[in-house]
Antibody, heavy 119, light 112 residues
Framework: EVQLVESGGGLIQPGGSLRLSCAAS????????MSWVRQAPGKGLEWVSV???????YHADSVKGRFTISRDNSKNTLYLEMNSLRAEDTAVYYC?????????????WGQGTLVTVSS | QSALTQPASVSGSPGQSITISCTGT?????????VSWYQQHPGKAPKLMIY???KRPSGVSNRFSGSKSGNTASLTISGLQAEDEADYYC????????????FGGGTRLTVL
């Protein structure tokens, strides 16, 4: 059974850093493309980052230069390193598995981890 | 990147059919068959309902169908049921100098 379990969220001050983890089971993260998608409180979904199975990464303009997506194949875990955090980064962060090589849709999602950026 | 445009809310009675639209541009919805739809119940993670415009994942009811015309994609739910009440989001790949995935603002479906 495919499972994704996020962790690492919490309350952080503006300008701070946080690393989110997404532990995968039931499949191998290195053979699938994976993404992070976030949802601000009461708002819609926003794509954040993708890492292709081949290792290529892309980030949304809103987080480019501040966030970095990566994975540890030995731990079968996806990460999101977040630096220079802003109030507008406050959201539930979901990791999601892309079923296709195009990485344009997600067939499995984690339960999400809440990041709150506030002083 | 700007979000795709969806109506804020739609409603229907049990047994009826409803359609949710998702309008983009020729650089996203109109240019690629990479439109997907997600259902999200309060406090839950999104669930994939439709991908590649009109394909349905295994396990999703055939009451859900997707289509596209020009720059507008649509999700149709037939035979509305109480459990269909949820938020629905469309998503599309957008061509740019880098990878970009857009989501719509979401549509709240109320089953009357």
């Amino acid at each position: 059974e495919v499972q994704l379990v996020e962790s690492g969220g919490g309350l952080i001050q503006p300008g701070g850093s946080l690393r989110l983890s997404c532990a995968a089971s039931g499949f191998t993260v290195s053979t699938n493309s994976m993404s992070w998608v976030r949802q601000a409180p009461g708002k819609g979904l926003e794509w954040v980052s993708v890492i292709y199975s081949g290792g290529r990464t892309y980030h949304a303009d809103s987080v480019k230069g501040r966030f970095t997506i990566s994975r540890d194949n030995s731990k079968n875990t996806l990460y999101l390193e977040m630096n220079s955090l802003r109030a507008e980064d406050t959201a539930v962060y979901y990791c999601a598995r892309a079923e296709s090589s195009s990485a344009t849709y997600f067939d499995y999602w984690g339960q999400g981890t809440l990041v709150t950026v506030s002083s | 990147q700007s979000a795709l445009t969806q109506p804020a809310s739609v409603s229907g009675s049990p047994g009826q059919s409803i359609t949710i639209s998702c309008t983009g541009t020729s650089s996203d919805v109109g240019g690629y068959n990479y439109v997907s739809w997600y259902q999200q119940h309060p406090g839950k993670a999104p669930k994939l309902m439709i991908y590649d415009v009109s394909k349905r994942p295994s396990g999703v009811s055939n009451r859900f169908s997707g289509s596209k015309s020009g720059n507008t994609a649509s999700l149709t739910i037939s035979g509305l049921q109480a459990e269909d009440e949820a938020d629905y989001y469309c998503s599309s790949y957008r061509s740019s100098s880098t990878f970009a995935l857009l989501f719509g603002g979401g549509t709240r479906l109320t089953v009357l």
